[in-house]
């Protein structure tokens, strides 16, 4: 039997990058996947994934209710979700001086407000049936500061104070919560945004030397996701090549 046989993990921001790695990462384990994105051919990307049984849904997470409509969708079509993954994110860069209210709010609601009523409305049904592991896709940008970063740094920063208090009022009640806080991954994007002198400049100040894969943040999440890691809960998992530590 796979390590995720039977259970069904929510993904947002499955459509493609990190999300969609660990949809892919899950769902060749054994997972259905209920994945949450705003393309509108999300159904046909999740079909794509190994296994059977996966549900695609659109939806725009910063809309009133729209996290409770997801949930209600996942419950009635697929059951009790056992795993929710919050990947869907934004990244708006400028000196903060100059930074725009709209790009400030856009990014607050989409990386944070949106990843709290995901993970209120998944982790009601979660109490309910005493079980549930929750992820919230952080960043290095949590713990350190960068350049040009302000809400965006602010907005990670704010996921993993939100998982620590989700993790201590929850944890008594089987639901564990964590965070994961990767360096540059080599998605499609972050290889088009980190591309050239500026890429190789950010590698160097990596001491492993490199970017992430996507399948390495898949694993950590997959670990996360999993029975073994059941006495596992508040931590912000760093995966920066020891970046953070220089």
């Known amino acids: 039997m796979s390590k995720f046989e039977k259970k069904i993990a929510v993904i947002t921001g499955a459509a493609s990058g990190i999300g969609l790695a660990i949809a892919h990462y899950l769902a060749k384990r054994g997972a259905v996947i209920a994945g949450v994105d705003l393309v509108p ?32 969708e996942v419950e009635e079509k697929l059951g009790t979700p056992h795993i929710l993954v919050n990947s869907a994110g934004v990244v708006f860069l400028a000196p903060a001086e100059e930074l725009t209210a709209e790009d400030w709010n856009k990014t607050i609601s989409v990386n944070l407000t949106a990843s709290f009523f995901m993970a209120q409305a998944v982790g009601r049904s979660m109490l309910k049936a005493g079980y549930g592991r929750i992820i919230n896709m952080a960043s290095q940008a949590s713990v350190i500061g960068l350049d040009q970063h302000v809400a965006y740094c602010a907005s990670k920063a704010g996921i993993v ?3 620590h208090t989700l993790s201590l009022e929850w944890a008594a009640r089987g639901v564990t919560v964590n965070a994961v806080s990767p360096t540059v ?7 088009k945004a980190w591309a050239g002198e500026k890429g190789e400049k950010a590698r160097a100040e990596i001491p492993v030397g490199r970017f992430a894969q996507p399948e390495e943040i898949a694993a950590m999440v997959g670990y996360l996701a999993s029975d073994d890691a059941a006495m596992v809960t508040g931590t912000n998992m760093v995966i920066d090549g020891g970046f953070t530590t220089v």
Do not use: F
């Open 41 to 72: 051919n999300i159904a046909e990307i999740m079909n794509q994934l190994p296994g059977s049984g996966h549900r695609g849904i659109v939806a725009n997470l910063v809309q009133d209710g729209a996290a409770e409509t997801v949930v209600h």
């Open 161 to 163: 104070g939100m998982t």
């Open 185 to 191: 991954v080599e998605t499609p994007l972050g290889k």
